[in-house]
Antibody
Framework: EVLLVESGGGLVQPGGSLRLSCAAS????????MNWVRQAPGKGLEWISYISSSGATMYHADSVKGRFSISRDNARNLLYLQMNSLRGEDTAVYYC???????????WGQGTLVTVSS | QSALTQPASVSGSPGQAITISCTGTSSDVGSYNLVSWYQQYPGKAPKLMIY???KRPSGVSNRFSGSKSGNTASLTISGLQAEDEADYYC??????????FGAGTKLTVL
């Protein structure tokens, strides 16, 4: 059974940093591209980050470019999202999502809530 | 990276069919047959319902179907059931390993 479990969310002040983790199991993690998708309270889904299976290629949405960084540890089956210079508009539930070969997300974690507030 | 356009809400009675549209541009929906659809209940993670425009994952009811014409993709749910009441999001590949989501549609079963 594929399982994705996010952790690391919480309350952080504006300008602060946080690192999210996503523990993957039930599939060969190193073979698949991974993504982070977020959802602000009462709002829609927003794709924010992509990483290739090897970790060599990353892309970020304009809204987080230069502030967030996606990475992975294939030896430990872990996906990360380093979030710096956090703003109020970054408040959201953050989901990690396993990607298929054709850019659809077949498995999602349960999400972790990040609240940016003073 | 502008969000795809979806109606904010649609509704239908049990047994009826409804269609949710998803309009993008020639840079996303119109360029690739890589539209996916997700169902989301309140407080839950999204669930994949349709991928590559019209394919259903194992376990998804055949009452759900997808199609595309030009820059607009559509999700049709036939034989509407109370359990279909949820939010639905479309998503399209937009090049360079990026995707864009629609703003979401709230489906109400009357």
């Amino acid at each position: 059974e594929v399982l994705l479990v996010e952790s690391g969310g919480g309350l952080v002040q504006p300008g602060g940093s946080l690192r999210l983790s996503c523990a993957a199991s039930g599939f060969t993690f190193s073979r698949y591209e991974m993504n982070w998708v977020r959802q602000a309270p009462g709002k829609g889904l927003e794709w924010i980050s992509y990483i290739s299976s090897s970790g060599a290629t990353m892309y970020h949405a304009d809204s987080v470019k230069g502030r967030f960084s996606i990475s992975r540890d294939n030896a430990r089956n872990l996906l990360y999202l380093q979030m710096n210079s956090l703003r109020g508009e970054d408040t959201a539930v953050y989901y990690c999502a396993k990607a298929s070969d054709n850019y659809y997300f077949d498995y999602w974690g349960q999400g972790t809530l990040v609240t940016v507030s003073s | 990276q502008s969000a795809l356009t979806q109606p904010a809400s649609v509704s239908g009675s049990p047994g009826q069919a409804i269609t949710i549209s998803c309009t993008g541009t020639s840079s996303d929906v119109g360029s690739y047959n890589l539209v996916s659809w997700y169902q989301q209940y309140p407080g839950k993670a999204p669930k994949l319902m349709i991928y590559e425009g019209s394919k259903r994952p194992s376990g998804v009811s055949n009452r759900f179907s997808g199609s595309k014409s030009g820059n607009t993709a559509s999700l049709t749910i036939s034989g509407l059931q109370a359990e279909d009441e949820a939010d639905y999001y479309c998503c399209s590949y937009a090049g360079s390993h990026t995707v864009v989501f629609g703003a979401g549609t709230k489906l109400t079963v009357l």
